[in-house]
């Protein structure tokens, strides 16, 4: 069911104001879980998956559908044999509810973070390769922080419909663009490209660029463009194409392959650093090879982005990021003896405009 497709008309909008003016009923039967359980059928589309969400019996679903659509004495929602969709006091309602349901998590999360400080449970959507080098090296200290918080992380590579999933942070690389969603950018990394001592010991240590040709490299299959290592200081558009003598489409794989001695690779930074500083990795041709800094942001739903719980965590990984990339240059300058080039980060805060 696509539950924004129709937008609430005026006339559904007054039925329902009228209704709750003049209704008796409205204050003593209107209840706030109905409302949130209705939102949730009309994101998910079917009730069977409102129950299975929650772990009840469909007819425990129905009958809360039906205590609202009686407490606002309009049917909300219409069945038959294509499914399920909104009316036009279901729209209205759908539009409302949010709101009630937002300013009640607001004030919720305002008053109780003032007791005992951000709670509750946070849904996050990441990549694994951000999930395994940020979100679970951080969990423990932002769990310190903050006892009362929880986290549930959904990996996956998808910009997903955050209303839809429940998702209340959606954590992705690079520039993207979104009218619905609000936008933090919390950091960033670069690219360093590595080899093991095992395999630079049996085939040499490349200087240059062109002494690539002669050399095992590992190439990236999920995306064909980071097989082009970008060149320093030769043009925007100056970069090595890589002739991959192995082959993989999982950034945690590569590390792995160059760790084994498979042959060289590019990581994230935030994935290498920690093996280098182990001398489990070397890092090659910082002079010649661009370092590509690649932003990390934080996206919301525009009604949820001021809730403590949220801004609890996205400040929390903003300053771990912060560290960590620091902890990073570190490494690459211990490693080859000079301070790493300064990989510029751009404005922190930003509004997505129109993909």
Request: glycine content about 8%; proline content about 4%.
């Given at each position: 069911m696509?539950c924004d497709a129709r937008p609430?008309?005026d ?6 104001c009228?209704?709750?003016k003049?209704s ?11 409302v949130?359980?209705?939102t ?7 009730l ?6 929650r772990?009840v019996?469909v007819s425990?679903i129905?009958?809360?559908l039906s ?16 499914g399920?969709s909104?009316?036009?006091?279901g729209h209205?309602m ?5 709101r009630v ?12 973070g ?5 709670s509750?449970?946070?849904?996050v959507s ?8 940020v979100?679970?090296p951080?969990l423990?200290g932002?769990?310190r922080?903050?006892?009362?918080l929880r ?13 839809r999933?429940g ?6 690389t690079?520039e993207?663009a ?11 990394f670069?690219r ?5 001592p ?7 240590t490349?200087?240059?660029v062109?002494e690539?040709d002669q050399h095992?490299?590992i190439?990236?299959t999920?995306?064909?463009?980071m ?6 200081n ?5 970069a090595y194409?890589?002739?991959a003598?192995t082959?993989?489409?999982n950034m945690?794989?590569i590390l792995?392959l160059?760790?084994?001695?498979v042959g060289?690779?590019r990581?994230m930074?935030?994935?290498a650093a920690?093996?280098i ?6 890092p090659?041709l910082?002079d010649?090879?661009?370092s590509?800094y ?6 919301m739903l525009q ?12 400040d ?11 902890t990073?240059a ?8 000079r301070?790493?080039h300064?990989?510029?980060n ?8 129109r993909r």
């Amino acid at each position: 069911m696509d539950c924004d497709a129709r937008p609430a008309t005026d006339l559904a909008r007054k039925r329902l104001c009228n209704l709750c003016k003049t209704s008796h009923i409205w204050p003593m039967k209107l209840q706030l879980d109905d409302v949130a359980l209705f939102t949730r059928i009309a994101e998910l589309g079917t009730l069977s998956a409102a129950a299975r969400e929650r772990n009840v019996p469909v007819s425990q679903i129905s009958r809360s559908l039906s205590r609202l659509e009686s407490a606002c004495g309009a049917r909300l929602i219409h069945r038959d044999t294509h499914g399920l969709s909104l009316t036009e006091e279901g729209h209205a309602m759908l539009t409302y509810g949010r709101r009630v349901l937002d300013a009640t998590a607001e004030l919720g999360g305002e008053f109780g973070g003032r007791i005992s400080g951000p709670s509750g449970w946070v849904r996050v959507s990441v990549s694994l390769v951000i999930a395994e080098t940020v979100i679970a090296p951080s969990l423990d200290g932002l769990y310190r922080r903050y006892p009362n918080l929880r986290i549930e992380l959904c990996a996956d590579d998808r910009l997903v419909g955050m209303a839809r999933d429940g998702i209340d942070i959606a954590v992705r690389t690079g520039e993207l663009a979104s009218e619905t969603l609000v936008a933090r950018r919390i950091g960033g990394f670069g690219r360093t490209v590595v080899a093991s001592p095992a395999y630079l010991k049996r085939f040499g240590t490349p200087r240059k660029v062109t002494e690539l040709d002669q050399h095992r490299l590992i190439g990236y299959t999920a995306n064909p463009d980071m097989n082009r290592w970008p060149l320093r200081n030769s043009g925007s558009e100056a970069a090595y194409q890589v002739r991959a003598h192995t082959s993989c489409d999982n950034m945690a794989l590569i590390l792995t392959l160059a760790r084994e001695g498979v042959g060289v690779g590019r990581l994230m930074d935030l994935l290498a650093a920690p093996l280098i500083r182990r001398g489990e990795l070397v890092p090659l041709l910082q002079d010649e090879i661009d370092s590509q800094y690649v932003p990390i942001h934080a996206l919301m739903l525009q009604e949820r982005h001021r809730l403590p719980k949220i801004r609890a965590c996205i400040d929390y990984w903003a300053q771990w990021l912060g560290k960590a990339q620091a902890t990073s240059a570190a490494v690459s300058k211990a490693a080859t003896g000079r301070a790493p080039h300064r990989l510029t980060n751009a404005r922190s805060n930003t509004a997505f405009g129109r993909r």
